[in-house]
């Protein structure tokens, strides 16, 4: 049969399967062993014996904390207080993001071991509308709310509802070398012009003894932060993300285009090194604290840092105030910051309520300000005099945390943070592109998006 | 064919099936399902954020959006790019560290195992590993390269074009002895006579190589390039834990925006359209590599 002289022709070799080596069982044995690791202790406090009420067990899902020893202590107390309430927390990675897709998948599975997390401001719309937060109506009383900063508490509301209480304020600050602004005879820059001159001065004055000096640094990596980071220059420059109504986006408005122009032609490779476009919050603070930048855009956690002896070589000369505008007599803040929410699914809202009640009232507040840096969501603790003494920063900052601006609120978030990201980090890092047509596309892009929401402001 | 024999291989083939269902089945729930899943949710319109839209079907929409879809184009360019350098590195770096790990010398075993050892890390750690080594600051390819010399310092993944590669290198170094291990099995069972013959012939080294090595290499060869080709498709860990996608796209591939979409936008339609379209296309790629490889292996077994 021809098939068959056919198939003789083709050399025969036989397939045995492949000999592997006696090694490589062995190797393979010793890797398994090496890459499954000790199982993480997760032993969870058990309640004393003999307390009056049946012990519950709280699971808090939060990120891993900057500051695990006030976490810790916190926690410690809370379980004082309420003997019966065990606290577990699961910790998820630090990255907003990553926690964003650990929490959302467990609340998308109608997880049931879930009951307190955090929540990032932008994510209550989403929250609110997948129905995975309980309300806190009736919870949080009229009086008890206004004893917050108005817009904390307005960032928890989403449709008339409160979804979150707010358990510290975050909104994007500059801070700069005192010293050297001083030793130049310079007075806070207002302006990113007058920033630019400023820095240009000192860098060029420093140059024999810091040559790896730069004038800023700042967080402009293809991530959420970058998004805030952009949104302080377009607002900064009178422009806006989105129309007052919400509705569409306006990227390619003049003002928003020349701020975002800005940024590509002077700060990113000029004020800024362009390995700029590779920070998170800790990398950009980590160069303003080995003292190789002038200026340094972040939230106010960084000021416990910059003045942590231990960590940074710059403590004591720093200062830390609103952001220039470019445009004069214009600055903005992206507003952050964490609420607290409950999960609908918990089985304990009633104690998961109590805990919050607990980490958000004045005493914890006012240790995690004096102890980790964090910027109180309670108005009376910009005030309070124990405080000031530990966080005198802490008074510079009412005025720009009550004049913080939202990034767009949408459940659609997101996604239009994802077209937002996409566009920012193009602009900064292509050589050449056409801005103007990217921002018209990515306005198309975001208005189909905001679109689907049916007109959430 | 008399009756006997053929209740015997009736009895024959239903022994096969029982042995073989448990395997059937594990693949049916495992990959099979999703698949499936994925492949329905895909025809629907559904988006985590917006539940009072329910979960609408529509058809092929997705599939017609994400043709039109400017980032998925993007990212299918990268990752073709990706696929096609990083799979012909490896298949390149791998035949040379086949060829050095089969001849014979002192202390071949330990090099074995040292070659052996980028592809046993876990992506996401050899991920952080490189990412540290292109550091702007502290990163060990600015030491090597400038020294004390801070201040010429490259931002290394700053650059769209340096981003891509270095995710390209990470995946070569870390794949390589992988298609290495493949491509020795293949060496393996090369016979000796042959290249004894060759020799008496007066063939050179490279003549022996060109003549009969490659030629008697090429199924281990389309074997390696099958796998790597369909596992450089699906390059996930690299992006998420070295560049998120940036900047500007530069490694924004396929996968890594299907887990976006699904994941973190919450729009499981679309989003599983964009796994089932990774899906096809690797399927599509497999069967023809299957054809080839298959079709010489299957004839050569029935001799």
Not at chain 1, 235 to 249: E, F, P, Q, V, Y
Not at chain 2, 13 to 24: D, E
Not at chain 2, 178 to 205: E, K, M, S
Request: charged share 15%; aromatic share 10%.
């Amino acid at each position: 049969m021809r098939w068959i002289s056919f198939s003789q022709r083709i050399p025969r070799i036989s397939v045995s399967p492949p000999r592997v080596p006696r090694w490589f069982g062995l190797l393979a044995l010793l890797l398994t062993v090496l890459s499954v690791g000790r199982p993480q202790a997760e032993s969870a406090p058990q309640p004393g014996a003999g307390t009056p009420t049946t012990p519950i067990t709280l699971r808090f899902v939060s990120w891993k904390p900057d500051h695990p020893r006030v976490w810790d202590e916190a926690l410690a107390e809370f379980t004082k207080a309420y003997p019966h309430i065990s606290v577990v927390r699961e910790l998820a990675p630090h990255s907003s993001t990553a926690y964003h897709d650990l929490l959302t998948q467990k609340l998308k599975n109608r997880d049931t071991t879930v009951d307190v997390f955090f929540m990032d401001v932008i994510w209550v719309p989403e929250f609110a509308e997948a129905g995975w937060a309980h309300r806190l109506d009736e919870r949080l009383a009229p009086a008890m709310r206004e004893q917050f900063l108005p817009a904390t508490i307005e960032v928890g509301r989403y449709s008339d509802h409160l979804y979150g209480v707010p358990s510290r304020i975050d909104a994007g600050l500059l801070y700069y070398r005192s010293d050297l602004l001083t030793k130049y005879g310079f007075s806070p820059p207002t302006t990113w012009d007058e920033l630019a001159r400023q820095a240009e001065t000192i860098v060029t004055g420093e140059q024999s003894t810091n040559p790896t000096l730069r004038g800023y640094t700042a967080q402009f990596k293809q991530y959420e932060g970058l998004v805030c980071n952009l949104l302080e220059f377009i607002h900064g420059h009178g422009g806006s993300l989105l129309t007052a109504d919400g509705t569409h986006s306006t990227l390619a408005q003049p003002e928003a285009l020349a701020a975002v122009q800005f940024v590509r032609d002077r700060v990113i490779g000029g004020l800024a090194s362009r390995a700029a476009l590779t920070y998170q919050e800790p990398a950009s603070l980590s160069v303003f604290l080995q003292g190789h930048a002038v200026f340094h855009r972040n939230w106010p956690y960084a000021w416990e840092l910059t003045n942590n002896r231990t960590r940074s070589t710059i403590a004591g000369q720093v200062a830390v105030m609103p952001l220039p505008g470019l445009t004069e007599g214009r600055t903005a803040a992206a507003l952050g910051g964490w609420l607290y929410g409950i999960s609908a699914y918990s089985q304990h809202p009633d104690e998961a309520w109590a805990l919050i009640e607990f980490l958000s009232g004045r005493a914890m507040q006012k240790k995690f300000a004096q102890e980790a840096g964090i910027a109180p969501s309670r108005q009376a603790l910009f005030s309070d005099p124990d405080l000031l003494v530990v966080a005198p920063q802490l008074r510079n900052y009412l005025d720009v945390l009550r004049s913080a601006t939202t990034r767009p609120r949408s459940p659609l978030y997101p996604a239009v943070s994802h077209a937002l990201q996409r566009y920012f980090s193009r602009a900064l890092a292509i050589d050449g592109l056409d801005l103007a047509q990217e921002a018209a596309v990515t306005d198309a892009h975001i208005d189909r998006l905001l679109a689907l929401t049916g007109m959430t402001p | 064919m008399s009756r006997s024999a053929s209740i015997l291989r009736r009895r024959e083939s239903l022994a096969a099936g029982t042995m073989v269902a448990p395997a059937l089945l594990v693949t049916m729930v495992f990959a099979l399902y999703p698949v499936l899943d994925s492949l329905w949710l895909s025809l629907h319109d559904i988006f985590i954020g917006l539940p009072q839209l329910g979960s609408p079907f529509v058809g092929l929409h997705n599939y017609a959006a994400l043709l039109r879809d400017p980032v998925a184009q993007q990212a299918l360019c990268v990752t073709l790019a990706f696929v096609v350098l990083s799979t012909l590195l490896e298949l390149a770096c791998g035949l040379i560290i086949a060829l050095v790990i089969h001849e014979q010398f002192r202390g071949r075993g330990l090099v074995r195992a040292a070659i052996l050892i980028p592809w046993a890390i876990p992506t996401g750690v050899a991920s952080q590993l490189w990412r540290y080594i292109f550091n702007d600051q502290y990163g060990f390819a600015n030491l090597l390269l400038f020294g004390e010399r801070i201040t010429d310092y490259i931002p290394w993944l700053a650059y769209p074009g340096m981003a891509f590669g270095i995710i390209v290198l990470a995946d070569v170094w870390k794949t390589s002895s992988f298609a290495a291990l493949l491509i020795l099995a293949g060496l393996q069972v090369i016979p000796d006579d042959l290249y004894d013959a060759a020799r008496v012939d007066g063939a050179t080294v490279w003549q022996r190589f060109r003549h009969i090595t490659l030629p008697l290499l090429k199924p281990a060869l389309l074997l390696a390039l099958l796998f790597r080709t369909m596992d450089a498709f699906r390059v996930f860990d690299l992006v998420f834990v070295m560049t998120q996608g940036g900047p500007g796209d530069a490694t924004q591939v396929l996968q890594f925006y299907g887990y976006q979409t699904l994941f973190t936008e919450g729009r499981i339609g679309y989003g599983s359209a964009v796994s089932v379209a990774v899906f096809l296309m690797i399927l599509a790629l497999s069967l023809t590599y299957l054809r080839a490889i298959g079709s010489s292996l299957l004839e050569r077994r029935r001799t």
